[in-house]
């Protein structure tokens, strides 16, 4: 469904350049169809590594980031530091199932795991209908199957 998937796992190297993140081996790809998973130990730099790559392919945007409710203040500082031509206006975060009114107008959508559940329909088509074509998801093993409670 998205042209390109970036997933971060919880364990990375720091490098800012999108181009240096890709060849420093911690991206891996291939015949993934656009998806790019980012790799490494924990503490090392792979969420300014998603931003970058992210960043690279600011042209494709919006772009969605889906992370552990814990980490979506410190996601939008991470954006704000190091994107800075990113105005307040841009990002746009979902606090709960009905919070739908800034996906369609902003830059960056950042949203928590948690909200992704089975009763989220509005969401779900919100998010489905703004055609995300850049998206990070942050600690993806989170992730669950269809059926799950969570998506």
């Known amino acids: 469904m998205y042209a390109r998937v ?7 190297g720091a490098n ?6 890709m060849r420093s081996g911690h991206i891996d790809s291939g015949t993934l169809g656009g998806t790019a998973l980012l ?18 392919f600011r042209q494709e945007w919006p772009l ?5 409710s814990s980490l979506k203040y410190p996601w ?6 190091w994107i800075p031509e990113l105005q307040p206006g841009d990002i ?3 606090e709960n199932k009905s919070h739908t009114m800034g996906i369609s107008s902003s ?16 969401l779900v088509e919100s998010l489905s209908r703004q055609r995300f074509a850049v998206v990070v998801v942050d600690e993806s093993h989170y992730l669950k199957s269809r059926n799950a409670a969570r998506h």
């Open 6 to 12: 970036l997933r971060k796992v919880s364990t990375g």
């Open 16 to 21: 800012l350049s999108a181009a240096a993140v």
């Open 39 to 56: 790799h490494g130990w924990m503490g090392l730099g792979k969420t300014v590594q998603a931003i970058a790559v992210a960043y690279a």
């Open 64 to 68: 969605l980031v889906v992370v552990p």
């Open 76 to 81: 939008i500082e991470e954006l704000e530091r």
């Open 92 to 94: 746009n975060l979902v």
């Open 107 to 122: 830059k960056v959508t950042v949203l928590g795991y948690g909200l992704l559940t089975t009763d989220a329909r509005p």
